[in-house]
């Protein structure tokens, strides 16, 4: 508007409205920091998105809100009501009745009290009897007319809202006229669909017609049926929910209530709507209880709000194959928790998003796994914190510094000498020409002119790294400190030796090669067997695969070896205590390696004294060093072995 002036200054009303509700790489962290504390990479996603971030507004607390509402809908009051209230208004009825024939002393009078004293004790089939019975009390036919017009009332006011006026008009027959032609109709557009029809016209032209009995204005005919679906198989509970003689009464006064005609629409109906939504919760009753008899509608409701949370907690859960936060339906969420539930489950999917859009998470078939941008972060917080334990003090230099063809410029250079493969340093040589023979062109080069650039020759390494994967590392508190310390040196690696070899070989009853994202999400092998033979096997593949590399295998365990490979068919053999064929296998690996010059220096968790045997026998037999670091020096004493094998010259 003109003459309007504003003034933009910082936000002072609280958070800024404009942030993100969430710390993308703080969750990530968070993560990281129950990987390494040895829990499970996908629990720890999980419960990320269980939790939330900060620990709230998580899917937890939104599933533990709807079982709280569950609860209270069960607590809500007695489904017989319907029935309760028709018996009251009978006896109320049958008592003003009697009062009236009392006062009257014709045979007409005594025939109809003969009539009302061998009434059926059932309500329904006493209500169906007193269909055609002339009522001498004006008030007691009043009172039996409103048994009728009320469960009515209640039956089609729960199924269709919009139709709560014209229900309470149902004694005139042009309201009734008006239902069963709304029915019918309703029912001929609900077959035409199940047959795949189009109906977008037929949907509009119902729509039009009848409308008014629908406040929802769904958009198409799905959203009608959406709608209705969920009443009728509340409905359907709500009668499954009775005992069999209270489903019976109920059934009896709703054919009484309805009509043929009404009850007939009504029946297709709930079938048309049972074949387009089977997967609504229809067959399970509910133990609904409580002091306040609740009418046909009131039950019905509480019933279908029962069914509403059930369906939301399955949502919420999250167990079957696949599921992702989109599977929640956030309108259902707002309509039975809230709005700001709703928002909860918004954010929650924003940041999943974000996650995944920004390359942290990304989704196989198992749910959400660290991708390997954040599996770089995870390492590198792995080194970290493996690096802030190292004491101070030289950790020895990675580099060999030779005059060789291959390597990286060091900066300097020297005289050529006879079967030297570095580059010429053009300009040094051109140099000592100059002021060899002096300046003039053109410049004459002697041998003694050459010069050329030096160059450092890297030494490269091939690690196998061999992690014990067995069920014990878990219960002695050992998964943890295992994962970090392989994180860490995998990192180490790529970032600060990225010409060394890594090969990640995890082992339990067999063994397997792991990569970085394989060993963050690893479970524990609950099966029996340490295979330290097989694990060598591979690790010994590995080398090969690099035959101009320093060989190093490096093996954290905390027992002894229990299984071994069968020879003849390939199979992994346990045995506790240990065989001899499988000590005797193990070794002819260690000898293996030992031979191709592999340094092997073994980490040992624990204190069996077997497993101490056996190590330090391994270690003397191979050269190799044996250590038994605590848990929390395992990564240091791993990475400074690493830095301080490399150190040597081969």
């Known amino acids: 508007m003109a003459g309007n002036r504003f003034r933009y200054g910082q936000w002072r009303g609280g958070p800024d409205p404009l942030a993100p ?122 009172t039996y007319q409103r048994i009728l017009d009320g469960l009515r ?37 609900l077959g035409r669909h199940a047959r795949s029809e189009d109906t977008t016209d037929a949907f509009a032209e119902f729509m039009r017609r009848h409308g008014e009995f629908f406040p929802e204005q769904p958009a198409d005919v799905d959203e009608l049926v959406d709608v209705l679906a969920r009443r009728s198989a509340a409905g359907e509970r709500l009668m499954r929910s009775l005992s069999d003689r209270q489903r ?11 009509g043929d005609r009404l009850a007939a629409e009504l029946s297709a109906l709930d079938a048309n709507l049972r074949a387009l939504r089977p997967d609504l919760h229809r067959g399970r009753g509910e133990r609904v209880r409580g002091d306040r008899p609740l009418g046909y509608g009131e039950a019905a409701g509480a019933l279908g709000e029962i069914a509403e949370l059930d369906e939301l907690l399955d949502q919420l859960d999250q167990e079957h194959p696949g599921a992702t936060l989109d599977d929640v339906d956030v309108d259902a969420v707002a309509r039975t928790l809230g709005r700001d539930a709703a928002d909860d489950v918004r954010r929650l999917r924003e940041l999943e998003r974000e996650l995944r859009r920004q390359g942290w998470v990304s989704r196989d078939a198992d749910g959400l796994t660290l991708s390997p941008k954040a599996l770089r972060r995870l390492g590198g917080t792995a ?28 900066g300097g250079s020297r005289l050529w000498e006879y079967g030297d493969e570095q580059p010429l340093d053009v300009v040094r040589t051109l140099t000592r020409a100059v002021r060899r023979a002096g300046a003039g ?109 320093e060989p190093v295998v490096l093996v954290v365990t905390d027992g002894e070896p229990t299984a071994h490979l069968d020879p003849d068919d390939g199979e992994a053999l346990f045995h506790w205590p240990p065989l001899p064929e499988t000590i005797e296998a193990t070794v002819r690996e260690v000898d293996r390696l030992t031979r191709r010059g592999a340094t092997l220096n073994l980490f040992m968790l624990g204190d069996d004294p077997g497993l101490r045997r056996f ?28 830095l301080r094998t490399r150190q040597r010259p081969r």
Not at 42 to 60: F, I, K, M, S, V
Not at 479 to 505: E, S, Y
Request: hydrophobic letters at 40%; one cysteine or more.
């Open 441 to 549: 062109v053109p410049v004459r080069l002697a041998v003694e002119d050459f010069e050329v650039v030096e160059t450092e020759r890297r030494a490269s390494a091939a690690v196998a790294l061999c992690v014990d994967l067995s069920y014990s590392m878990v219960s002695q508190g050992r998964w943890g400190p295992m994962k970090q310390t392989a994180l860490a040196l995998a990192h180490l690696m790529a970032t600060r030796f990225p010409q060394d070899a890594l090969q990640i070989v995890g082992f339990g009853l067999e063994a397997l090669p792991l990569t970085q994202q394989e060993l963050a999400a690893v479970e524990p092998d609950m099966r029996q067997g340490t295979n330290l033979q097989h694990a060598l096997r591979l690790a010994a593949r590995h080398l090969r695969r690099h035959p101009g590399a």
């Open 248 to 258: 019976e009464e109920l059934a009896g006064l709703m054919r009484q209530s309805l």
């Open 383 to 410: 080194l970290r914190r493996v690096f802030a334990d190292l004491t101070a003090g030289p950790r020895g230099q990675h580099d060999l510094r030779s005059a060789g063809a291959a390597g990286e410029v060091s």
């Open 21 to 142: 509700p969430y710390d993308v790489r703080g969750a990530v962290d968070a993560v990281g920091a129950e990987v390494l504390a040895g829990g499970s990479l996908r629990e720890a996603l999980r419960e990320l998105l269980r939790q939330g971030p900060q620990r709230r507004g998580g899917l937890d607390d939104l599933a533990a809100r709807a079982r709280r509402l569950r609860r209270e809908a069960l607590r809500r009051g007695d489904l017989d009501g319907a029935v309760t209230r028709a018996r009251a208004l009978l006896d109320q009825a049958l008592a003003a009745e009697r009062d009236e024939l009392r006062g009257r002393d014709d045979d007409a009078a005594r025939f109809a009290e003969a009539v009302l004293d061998n009434l059926p004790r059932s309500t329904a089939r006493a209500v169906q009897e007193l269909t055609g019975y002339r009522w001498a009390s004006d008030e007691a036919r009043r």
């Open 615 to 642: 190590v330090d026998a391994v270690a003397r037999r191979s050269n190799g060093r044996m250590f038994t670091p605590d848990l929390d020096d395992l990564g240091e004493y791993v990475v400074s072995d690493y």
């Open 153 to 189: 009332d209640d039956v089609l006011g729960q199924r269709f809202a919009g139709l709560r006026d014209a229900v309470r008009a149902s004694a005139d027959p042009g309201a009734q006229q008006r239902l069963a032609e709304m029915m019918r109709d309703l029912n001929d557009l």
